[in-house]
């Protein structure tokens, strides 16, 4: 069953099932602060270089780095590598 979490906007009262959804901006705000994420670091793509693929492959390698990273704590087991270096 889909469920949609939106915020107030009138509109989607009128198109989407009562039952199927919840507005409220507290309910919203994990995922605008991922989208958020997701396009700051994959700001990278919206560069005009020759040195930045952008081929379907790559992009959604990038996406999965990213999600690794800010979704399941990864930058804690590259961290924890770089400082064993100084123990």
């Known amino acids: 069953m889909k469920h949609y979490y939106t915020d107030d906007w009138e509109v989607y009262r009128e198109i989407i099932p009562h039952e199927k959804l919840t507005q409220g901006r507290k ?5 605008e602060q991922n989208n958020s994420n ?3 670091y994959s700001g990278r793509m919206t560069r005009r270089t020759k ?3 952008k081929s379907i492959k790559m992009i959604n390698i990038s996406l999965l780095i990213t999600c ?6 990864g930058y804690e ?9 100084f123990n």
């Not at 309910?27 to 995922?31: A, K, L, N, R, S």
């Not at 690794?68 to 704590?73: D, G, M, R, S």
């Not at 087991?77 to 270096?85: A, G, P, T, V, Y």
């Open 27 to 31: 309910y919203t705000v994990g995922i």
């Open 38 to 40: 997701v396009r700051h």
């Open 68 to 73: 690794y990273l800010n979704e399941y704590n």
């Open 51 to 53: 040195v930045v693929s």
């Open 77 to 85: 087991f590259f961290q924890n590598i770089f400082l064993s270096i």
